[in-house]
T-cell receptor
Framework: DAGITQSPRHKVTETGTPVTLRCHQTENHRYMYWYRQDPGHGLRLIHYSYGVKDTDKGEVSDGYSVSRSKTEDFLLTLESATSSQTSVYFC????????????????FGPGTRLTVT | AQSVTQLDSQVPVFEEAPVELRCNYSSSVSVYLFWYVQYPNQGLQLLLKYLSGSTLVKGINGFEAEFNKSQTSFHLRKPSVHISDTAEYFCAVIPIFGNEKLTFGTGTRLTIIP
């Protein structure tokens, strides 16, 4: 298994509070991703990072921010949590970004279940 | 942009019976295709991928998939399922060239009936 950990694994928080989820990798992969998984929607990309301090938005980035100060850590922050952000959050990593080199694969962490009440 | 359709949200199958999970995609450019499996309360694990070459791809746990470019499909099959195959299966695509991201289908929950 790829060395990816997520913390916390479960969290319950109240509407309006800030929340930070952490993804930590030991693979030294350059690219890191945050997804959310919701029934009927599959996985949707929130933000991704292509290097330290280099990040970009995915398809569902509203209400989320990210930071990456070290290769191994990618943080996802909900500045003011809402009930619509109740979801399971997955971190993923990949070593290549240009798919044409034929080795592209994303490795996923175990997920964080977040409940906003 | 790409899209992935998994028409079957749930598929119940008797143990030792064959199964096919359907995946169709839409893309104006050439893509690579993936199947991921998610066991209960776990992250996603790569089952198999099609990058090039033979259109029949074999993966882990006895699964295989066939890429059909004319029908834009990448259906997943297993000749005989086991209880341990109970999981959710996701099809995903990514353009070969460029820096776009993986696009996932909505998933198919496979339930094995003893």
């Amino acid at each position: 298994d790829a060395g990816i950990t997520q913390s916390p694994r479960h969290k319950v928080t109240e509407t309006g509070t800030p929340v930070t989820l952490r993804c930590h990798q030991t693979e030294n992969h350059r690219y890191m991703y945050w997804y959310r998984q919701d029934p009927g929607h599959g996985l949707r990309l929130i933000h991704y990072s292509y290097g330290v301090k280099d990040t970009d938005k995915g398809e569902v980035s509203d209400g989320y921010s990210v930071s990456r100060s070290k290769t191994e850590d990618f943080l996802l922050t909900l500045e003011s949590a809402t009930s619509s952000q109740t979801s399971v959050y997955f971190c993923a990593i990949s070593d290549s970004f240009l798919v044409a080199d034929g080795s592209y694969e994303q490795y996923f962490g175990p997920g964080t279940r977040l409940t906003v009440t | 942009a790409q899209s992935v359709t998994q028409l079957d949200s749930q598929v119940p199958v008797f143990e030792e019976a064959p199964v096919e999970l359907r995946c169709n995609y839409s893309s104006s450019v050439s893509v690579y295709l993936f199947w991921y499996v998610q066991y209960p309360n776990q992250g996603l694990q790569l089952l198999l991928k099609y990058l090039s070459g033979s259109t029949l791809v074999k993966g882990i746990n006895g699964f295989e998939a066939e890429f059909n470019k004319s029908q834009t499909s990448f259906h997943l099959r297993k000749p005989s399922v086991h209880i341990s195959d109970t999981a959710e299966y996701f099809c995903a695509v990514i353009p070969i060239f460029g820096n776009e991201k993986l696009t996932f289908g909505t998933g198919t929950r496979l339930t094995i009936i003893p």
